[in-house]
């Protein structure tokens, strides 16, 4: 409860919400008649410099709350994507033996530990980018997270660029549509480079 002057004004009892000085006048009128001169006039202002003061902080502790969520929110989420980076990386690390339809990673400006890592690719559609969904999953945040796709059918793959903004070059060749992938093409996307092999065999097979 607010004390100005004469009248007490209960918070929530007054639209506080309008932007409407003539609301906040309406209702002040009510308050003191019709006396709208001298002291009553000075009571109206006062009353509504204290209605704005009070809408004020209100707009600013929901501006704060909001911002206070938000912020949570996205260390929610760093916490969720580095855990699922984790259980990817395993996951690569886990497979040994690749045969057929292989991607190998030859260059990239990010983790020098990816050089060499290689990509099983099971045919049909498969996406190379930095989303973890990703067949082809690149860590690196140069890449889109859906850059390039490869399609494969009877034994033909095709590259196409997924409307990035770098770009995938085959070859050292920009592409425009699809393009048909040969045994030994280097793929290009941002800044990771690797080699299409269209029947890879391990070099020391178990």
Excluded at 20 to 33: E, Q, S, Y
Excluded at 105 to 115: C, H, V
Aim: hydrophobic share 30%.
């Amino acid at each position: 409860m607010k004390k100005l002057g004469q009248v007490q004004i209960r918070d929530g009892s007054v639209p506080v919400s309008s932007s409407n000085n003539h609301d906040f006048l309406t209702f002040c009128k009510g308050v003191i008649g019709d006396d709208t001169e001298g002291s009553g006039m000075n009571l109206v202002v006062e009353c509504l410099n204290y209605l704005k003061s009070r809408l004020t902080r209100n707009t600013l502790q929901e501006q704060q709350a909001r911002e206070q969520h938000e912020h949570e929110q996205k260390e929610r989420n760093q916490i969720q994507y580095n855990r699922l980076r984790e259980e990817k990386i395993l996951s690569l690390d886990k497979v040994t033996q690749f045969r057929g339809l292989v991607l190998e990673l030859i260059s990239t400006s990010g983790p020098s530990s990816q050089i060499g890592q290689l990509y099983q690719l099971p045919g049909g559609r498969m996406v190379i980018g930095r989303n973890l969904n990703c067949e082809v999953w690149i860590d690196s945040q140069m890449v889109r997270h859906q850059h390039a796709a490869i399609t494969e059918h009877d034994g033909q793959c095709q590259i196409i660029d997924l409307s990035s903004a770098s770009g995938t070059y085959v070859n050292g060749a920009p592409i425009t549509g699809s393009v048909e992938l040969k045994d030994g093409d280097v793929i290009r996307v941002s800044c990771v480079a690797m080699r299409f092999h269209a029947s890879y065999v391990p070099k020391n097979p178990l």
